[in-house]
């Protein structure tokens, strides 16, 4: 398995990735652009473990050339070595192969990379920045973080996405996806500030579209000054 994945699958076996393969069980819509595929793991969680944000990459044709991109568990069970997916559905080959995915089916997967540093000390709030495609990972941060308030900025979506938000701890601000992530990035620029005052030893999760992840990330590093060990910002998708 994995030897049809071209330069990138090469690249992954020479980092010692491991190979999966996968199988659908079921799938579900969540609402008309977000669905949910429940899968077995191939034997993936009793060899690599489980962790907060856990993602794998699945491998997808597209052109005939292979494509991979990265996908955080949901409701990871080691045990019956099941797991299910999310995904925000748009143009693609991942969001080609979720709409039609149905018990039976098959996907090749590959575990490299992944990891989640808990901050330390606890901090007393979290802010986060994201959006449908980062909805999975946002959910097992706040699950992980139980013991810190949060505040999410969440770009885009429409209603019913599945969020596992707290009211009594987690603010969820609903941000409109205007001028390619500009209107987040000038969110974050009026309401940060004063709030990094209150919490100074907050911690900042950014999962966005590349270049936003990339303006907001510089702006909280660079010009708020929140130390390195203090953010995790991830680009998760390109425009």
Known sequence: MGQGHGWEGAVLRLLRAKDFEFTVTGAEDVTE?????????????AATGVHPTMWVRLWFSAAGKPHQRAFTLVDPDPGAGTFSLEFALHEGAASDWARTAKPGDTIEATVHGT?????????????????????????SLLGALDSSPATVWFEGGDEGLPFRTDPARHEVRRVPRLDSGAHLVSQARSALPGLL???????VWIACDTATTRA????VRKELGVPKERINALGYWRP
Request: aromatic share 12%; glycine share 8%; no cysteine.
């Open 115 to 139: 990891g989640f540093d808990r901050p330390d000390p606890e901090p007393s709030h979290v802010f986060v920045f994201g959006d449908p495609a980062s909805l999975p990972a946002l959910n």
């Open 33 to 45: 652009a977000y669905r949910r595929v429940h899968l077995t793991d191939g034997g993936m969680l």
């Open 216 to 219: 907001l990330s510089s702006y």
């Open 197 to 203: 005052r209150t919490h100074p030893d907050a911690y």
